[in-house]
């Protein structure tokens, strides 16, 4: 079994900065791409970006190229995502998901973190 949890969610104002990171725990870390994804009510969870397991690859939805940044410290058993330029559509419910073979597909991915709020005001 995978632990994920997720950390350094908060309230920001638009065209602010945030980073999350997320920790794991209980089987070997460094074999999974771990992706980050997000839901705002009302709306189906939705992709936002990847990072193979040996940090070679990443792949971001087109919303957050350019802006986001995905990257992980396998040492650290750590995945961060930072955040620059947000926008207000960025207020979400932030989580981080561990896959053997997933990459853009929430389906794919076999354990998740309990999320982490991230409200950007206008």
């Known amino acids: 079994q995978v632990q994920l949890v997720e950390s350094g969610g908060g309230l920001v104002q638009a065209g602010g900065s945030l980073r999350l990171s997320c920790a794991a725990s209980?089987?070997?870390?460094?074999?999974?791409?771990m992706g980050w994804f997000r839901q705002a009510p009302g709306k189906e969870r939705e992709f936002v970006a990847v990072i193979s397991w040996s940090g070679g690859n990443t792949y971001y939805a087109d919303s957050v190229k350019g802006r986001f940044t995905i990257s992980r410290d396998n040492a650290k058993n750590t995945v961060y995502l930072q955040m620059n330029s947000l926008k207000p559509e960025d207020t979400a419910v932030y989580s981080c998901a561990a896959s053997r073979r997933g990459w853009t597909t929430a389906d794919e991915y076999d354990y998740w973190g309990q999320g982490t709020q991230v409200t950007v005001s206008s």
């Open positions: 209980g089987r070997t870390f460094s074999r999974y791409a």
